[in-house]
């Protein structure tokens, strides 16, 4: 067992750092860089830091900062659309690196988490999601705690303007279900008729693998396009009902190995968006 004091603070850390940048593999590279920032210090210089904990969370957030703001640019140069790295349920994940599952992890969340400024993004997570008071975040992003109360705002803005009341959990779970039986029986009415007419689809292959390079736009379309997957992988694929970023969602394995991990939005009783990651570097928690 760990009894180092400040290992202890690394699930809160992961839990951070997941949320401002939308990747694991990311979050875990800024919280070893984190540590590895505190263990280069003196003994003094530790010493000297009354809350260990909160000076490990300020330098994560402003590591998390800078990779946000460079993140632009590689998003630009990736292949295809980019989606959230989604998470399993966490049942088999080492407690220490658990993110919990909640509201600010789903996928339709972290979507929008995405339109935001690297600024709007930090500030709103710390303080609305980990209620962080804003003169402390003021100092993580170098503004003053009224420009944050104001990036928070327009962060919230974002979030009102973009989401929908979501379905309650066992609705969505019997329609993804029911989209799940729909699809093994190839029956494009049934899809159709579990989606609303302006779904959108959008899938992530990272050009790692093949996936549509552009968002899927109409329930129709999608239905029609997903009936497609389903010829082309013919027997070899094989679809399961699981937890994906704390909602239902669906596990597309060929020979047993996780090929394709599918988030759904679910909004007056109809599928709203689809995300389906297929990315494998994206898929390492799913092995």
């Known amino acids: 067992m760990n009894t180092d004091p400040i290992m202890g603070e690394r699930r809160q850390l992961i839990n951070v750092a997941y949320r ?3 990747s694991l593999a990311d979050a875990e590279d ?12 003196s003994p003094e210089q530790q010493d000297a830091i009354q809350v260990p904990g909160a ?11 800078d990779l946000l703001g460079s993140a632009r640019a590689r998003r630009e140069r990736y292949v295809g659309e980019w989606v959230p790295e989604p998470l399993p349920d966490g049942s088999t994940a080492d407690p220490v690196d658990r993110i919990t599952l909640d509201e600010s992890v789903t996928m339709a969340f972290l979507v929008v988490l995405e339109s935001m400024t690297p600024a709007e993004r930090v500030t709103f997570i710390l303080h609305d999601v980990f209620r962080y008071p804003f003169g402390e975040v003021a100092e993580i992003v170098g503004r003053t705690p009224a420009a944050c109360r104001q990036l928070a705002t327009s962060a919230r803005r974002r979030v009102r303007a973009a989401q929908a009341a979501p379905a ?18 190839k029956d494009i009415s ?11 689809a959008i899938a992530d292959g990272g050009g790692v693998v093949s996936a549509v390079l552009d ?17 082309l992988a013919g ?11 704390g909602q239902p969602g669906l596990v597309a394995q060929v ?33």
């Open 55 to 65: 000076w490990l969370t300020t330098v994560a957030s402003r590591i998390c900062l």
């Open 215 to 231: 968002p899927v736009v109409g329930g129709e379309q999608i239905a029609r396009y997903t009936v497609q997957i389903a010829a």
């Open 235 to 245: 027997d070899a694929m094989t679809i399961l009902e699981s937890t994906v970023n």
């Open 30 to 41: 800024v919280v070893q860089e984190t540590f590895v920032r505190w263990y280069a210090l």
């Open 190 to 200: 049934a899809l159709i008729g579990l989606l609303d007419p302006d779904a959108t």
């Open 255 to 287: 020979d047993g190995v996780t090929v394709m991990v599918i988030a759904f939005d679910v909004v007056d009783d109809r599928i709203k968006h689809i995300w389906a990651v297929r990315n494998p570097e994206k898929l390492r928690p799913w092995a």
């Open 168 to 185: 309650p959990a066992a609705r969505q779970a019997v329609l993804v279900k029911d989209f799940k039986k729909a699809w093994e029986a």
């Open 20 to 22: 401002l940048l939308g």
